[in-house]
């Protein structure tokens, strides 16, 4: 989601029409080989952060050294394993970096400058949380008090944000523990839920001509003049997938909003694929998760080896063994097609 910083900046892997519309700014990249490669499929490629570094295997007791220096690159099956931390454990941890966390937004935006050198590597996302204003629509869409919705400068999807939440006190803890709090956690869901209109009626800018179930609607907003009742057309939103990663690449809380096709050219290898088609992402509709939940447990994750997995379509339920991920890639997109056509 986010390329190198600065108004003067060009996002490494878009070459998009970045003019926004009445909701979400239009962004279509076409990533290139300059997009990195994450450990989550959310990470580098995905979200990599305002700095342009790639945001790869920075530990909690790295955070506490401020983390300037460049962090190793790390592959997934590393990335996975390294500790996750215990829930009730973590914040001990994480209590060092509150000094890059944003405790106010009252503030005068910062300059770019400024915020690469404050949030490097994989604590790029605090950029956003702590001084929205200084970024353009084309990459942050809106914010609040509560939180910053942002386009994925790497999507994974036809259509892809993020929420990044800006309560302090929550912004650096592993998901799983920041939803245990359920005040904070019903205040998440309320800017999910702005996020995911979003996302439907860019889905449905996108896409309504071509779909039957839209087509009565499509058809009353080409009269002149529309009538003042639209019919209700296709329930875009009810197909947008909300969730995060059982093991975020980014440091900052972030949760991700996409549809569900994973057609896109940011697409590259199998982590990013099954990141977010695998119970690796885990649904913002499951939280707060009981406290004998397995999924709260390393070894759980480990056994599991979700981002090794053999492909298998999100439609039409095929298992892709032993076939190359261009092929699926071809057949992702016939996918989507007919999934537009619904």
């Not at 939440?165 to 920041?178: D, I, T, V």
């Not at 980014?250 to 994973?262: E, T």
Request: glycine share 6%.
């Amino acid at each position: 989601m986010y390329g190198e910083g600065g108004p003067q900046a060009v996002d490494p892997c878009s070459k998009a029409d970045l003019a926004p519309t009445n909701d979400v700014a239009r962004l279509e990249p076409a990533c290139s080989a300059r997009d990195g490669e994450d450990a989550t499929g959310d990470g580098a490629s995905a979200e990599q952060s305002v700095t342009g570094v790639t945001a790869e295997g920075l530990r909690p007791t790295e955070k506490a050294k401020a983390g300037l220096e460049e962090p190793k690159k790390r592959d997934a099956f590393t990335q996975l394993m390294s500790p996750m931390g215990s829930p009730k454990k973590s914040k001990s941890s994480r209590k060092n970096l509150s000094h890059i966390t944003s405790t106010s937004h009252a503030l005068a935006p910062l300059s770019v400058p400024q915020l690469l050198h404050t949030y490097p590597g994989r604590l790029g996302l605090g950029a956003y949380i702590t001084s929205p204003a200084s970024f353009p629509a084309t990459r942050v869409i809106s914010h609040t008090n509560d939180a910053v919705l942002v386009h994925d400068l790497y999507p994974k999807s036809a259509v892809h944000i993020l929420v990044l939440p800006r309560s302090s006190a929550h912004a650096l803890l592993h998901p799983f523990e920041a939803f245990d709090d359920v005040t904070f956690l019903e205040s998440v869901r309320a800017s999910a839920d702005e996020g995911r209109r979003l996302v439907a009626s860019e889905l449905r800018r996108k896409f309504g001509e071509k779909s039957k179930t839209d087509a009565a609607r499509e058809a009353a907003l080409s009269q002149d003049p529309p009538p003042q009742r639209l019919p209700p057309g296709r329930d875009w939103a009810r197909e947008v997938r909300i969730g995060v990663h059982a093991v975020p690449s980014m440091s900052h809380l972030h949760i991700h909003i996409l549809s569900p096709d994973r057609v896109s050219s940011c697409l590259r290898h199998k982590k990013h694929y099954n990141s977010f088609s695998t119970p690796f992402f885990v649904p913002l509709d499951e939280f707060p998760l009981s406290d004998e939940d397995p999924r709260r447990e390393k070894s759980w994750w480990k056994d599991q080896g979700f981002l090794r997995r053999e492909f298998r379509c999100w439609r039409c339920g095929d298992e892709w063994k032993g076939r190359g991920f261009e092929e699926f890639k071809a057949h992702l997109e016939e996918e989507m097609e007919q999934w537009v056509k619904e």
